[in-house]
């Protein structure tokens, strides 16, 4: 994921004059991303609190490097497609939302898992949300465009996310029924 972050990177440095605003505000979010998968796997991983605190699974029985491969792949598609497409708002809203998304999260861990300082990540999650709001008011101040590229913006935010669950929960040897189940007894504490 790093090499593919630092090709584009060296792309763009090429033909930064060339690009699109919004494909130089993914392109930020992008780096943000990489060095907050980092931040994540220093000490102790997100990942593997999710997985142990909410689905009962120890990482470290896991093959290394398969907890993160779907990651890796949704990561790298959505930023992609984003970056090649920036005539299409709605992919770079989607990318925007997932930067949201991840503060939003990482501030969540720290509540629901009652951690004493803040969730492995958190910093750089933080940064990313930042980040993603002062994309979208860049963007409302010098692009015109439809409300409802915001809707087909979650809209593949939402499907990208559920694909990469799916995976994820294969790979793992889980199915997706499994987890909600297991996500419903970890919020109404019937473990």
Request: one cysteine or more; proline letters at 2%.
């Amino acid at each position: 994921m790093t090499l593919i972050f630092v090709g584009w990177a060296v792309w763009a440095a090429c033909h930064w004059g060339d690009l699109l605003l919004v494909q130089k505000l993914v392109l930020g979010l992008y780096g943000l991303l990489v060095v907050h998968e980092y931040e994540e796997g220093y000490k102790s991983r997100f990942l593997a609190l999710m997985l142990g605190r909410v689905m009962g699974i120890d990482h470290r029985t896991l093959k290394p490097g398969v907890s993160h491969i779907a990651q890796a792949l949704y990561i790298t598609i959505i930023f992609s497609v984003a970056l090649l497409f920036p005539e299409r708002l709605w992919l770079t809203f989607a990318v925007l939302i997932l930067g949201l998304f991840e503060g939003f999260v990482h501030t969540m861990g720290i509540f629901v898992f009652r951690l004493k300082g803040v969730s492995p990540g958190w910093w750089t999650a933080v940064l990313m949300a930042a980040y993603s709001i002062w994309a979208i008011v860049v963007i409302n101040r010098n692009i015109a465009y439809d409300g409802i590229q915001w809707l087909w913006g979650a809209g593949m935010f939402i499907a990208c996310f559920l694909c990469l669950e799916v995976m994820f929960q294969r790979l793992i040897g889980n199915s997706l029924p499994q987890l909600v189940r297991r996500m419903r007894a970890f919020v109404f504490g019937k473990r």
